[in-house]
């Protein structure tokens, strides 16, 4: 029988400046692996991007009655993924004097501790969905505590606001205080529910989460393997090579093992799903098995400087072909925001005589972003078909940015202050499937 089904798609355009990439504008030889509209529109129906374009081209098509928001000189990019941080660790961001291994044990550690009473989780939580749309950040992978039910209160809130996330509780099961310990049955069990609850419900995936090495036995690390193969597309999502007493432990605890990286490989948790974070001290062999089995990286440069724990090497993860996105690795790392972190790339890189170009900081932050963590097909940039999550960047945010722009000639160096000047303040909107989430004040 033949329905007359009435058409009810939602249109809605938003017009402005936009900048959105389709490959790493570095790497990219034919075209520029970008594409920036000065005056431009985009179109999107049901929460999915119909069309970019250059605004006088696309109005003249856009569906009767469409509602166009005019975000005047305003920058629209697609929203900023962050590829690794904790939402357990709000409240201890920028704790003094220690570096990771003590770190952990005087700060980290007694927060995830509190995680244990719902109703701070609940609030923190809150706090921390907030901050990130606050910061431009639509996509985040994050680790929880050890408590299954820290990760069902992020889930539940990423849901009611339709986020795209991934998320998982953390397991360990050793070198850590006994009331944040499970079992490898208990982090099995706990997590493999946890699966079957939100793993691909609406937008939200699941990652399979051993805290790192020192801090999961043999065992746990082969019940961890065994999660993934549960449902498909899960994620692995561990901590890898961020501070030397750290591998110098994992080497002690780990006998047998030719490299840090050998363990988790050693247990089957190597795979083009895997995010490790940190990677400041790989060997070439590490880079060689990096790259053989698509896994990636998470580069988070203002945790590596905050904890004294080194300088990363873009340049060798390029050349290896390693996917590499951006991580705050809140609380460890010191900003949620997406633009001061790349900012602190480009001096992490200065550091080592390496650099970073604005458009690829801005690549990082979005579509390689969602390359590392394989949802390229679903975010990242405003191709036809994706998911319409972004954010409306103010240039003129601070007197000091609107003055230091004055004397810019293009996109490229307005790109650049913006990494460099730029914070939360200048984030003026963030939208999640076209809808706008935040608004700056
Ligand atoms: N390694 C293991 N756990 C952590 C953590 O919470 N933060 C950081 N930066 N590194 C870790
Ligand atoms: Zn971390």
């Not at 660790?89 to 980290?108: A, C, H, M, P, R």
């Not at 539940?156 to 006994?178: C, H, Y």
């Not at 003055?403 to 913006?418: G, H, M, Y």
Request: aromatic share 10%; glycine share 8%.
């Amino acid at each position: 029988m033949k329905t007359n089904q009435k058409n009810s798609k939602t249109s809605s355009a938003f017009k402005g400046s936009i900048l959105h990439f389709l490959s790493d504008p570095e790497a990219e030889t034919e075209g520029k692996g970008y594409e920036y509209f000065e005056d431009g529109l985009l179109f999107i129906e049901d929460g999915i991007v119909k069309s970019v374009g250059p605004f006088v081209e696309l109005e003249k098509n856009l569906p009767k009655g469409t509602k166009i928001t005019d975000y005047g000189d305003k920058l629209i990019m697609p929203g900023f993924i962050d590829t690794h941080l904790h939402y357990p660790q709000t409240d201890i961001i920028g704790s003094f004097g220690k570096k990771l291994l003590e770190w952990l044990e005087k700060y980290t550690f007694p927060v995830e501790g509190k995680f244990k009473d719902t109703d701070y989780a609940n609030e923190v939580a809150d706090f921390f969905l907030e901050e990130l749309l606050r910061n431009g950040t639509t996509t985040a992978h994050v680790m929880c505590t050890v408590h299954k039910h820290s990760a069902e209160i992020l889930f539940q809130k990423s849901l009611k606001k339709n986020l795209r996330m991934i998320l998982g509780k953390v397991m360990m099961d050793r070198n850590a205080p006994e009331f944040l310990l499970d079992t490898p049955e208990s982090g099995y069990n706990d997590s493999l529910e946890l699966i079957e609850q939100w793993h691909e419900k609406q937008r939200l995936l699941y990652s399979v989460t051993p805290r790192f090495a020192i801090t999961s036995t043999e065992e746990q690390l082969k019940k961890s393997a065994e999660l993934l193969t549960t449902r498909k597309n899960l994620y692995l999502h561990t901590h890898l090579a961020e501070n030397k007493d750290e591998i110098e432990f994992v080497a002690e605890l780990f006998p047998w093992s030719k490299n840090y990286l050998d363990v988790y490989d050693k247990y089957g948790l190597v795979n083009d799903k895997s995010m490790f974070a940190h990677c400041v001290y790989l060997s070439k062999n590490e880079y060689r098995k990096m790259e053989e089995t698509g896994a990636s990286i998470s580069f988070c440069p203002t945790s590596n400087l905050f904890l004294g724990s080194g300088l990363f090497d873009m340049d060798q993860s390029w050349q290896s072909n390693i996917k590499v996105g951006i991580g705050t690795d809140i609380g460890g790392g010191t900003s949620f925001s997406i633009l001061k972190t790349l900012g602190e790339a480009y001096k992490v890189l200065q550091q080592k005589s390496q650099t970073l170009s604005p458009l690829r900081a801005f690549y990082l932050a979005t579509l390689g972003g969602a390359k590392s963590l394989s949802l390229n097909d679903k975010i990242g940039n405003f191709e036809s078909g994706k998911e319409a999550d972004f954010v409306v960047l103010n240039f003129n945010a601070t007197p000091l940015i609107e003055r230091r722009l004055k004397n810019t000639a293009d996109i490229n160096e307005r790109l650049f202050i913006l990494m460099i000047l730029g914070d939360d303040r200048s984030i003026e909107a963030t939208h999640i499937m076209g809808e706008k989430v935040y608004a700056k004040a």
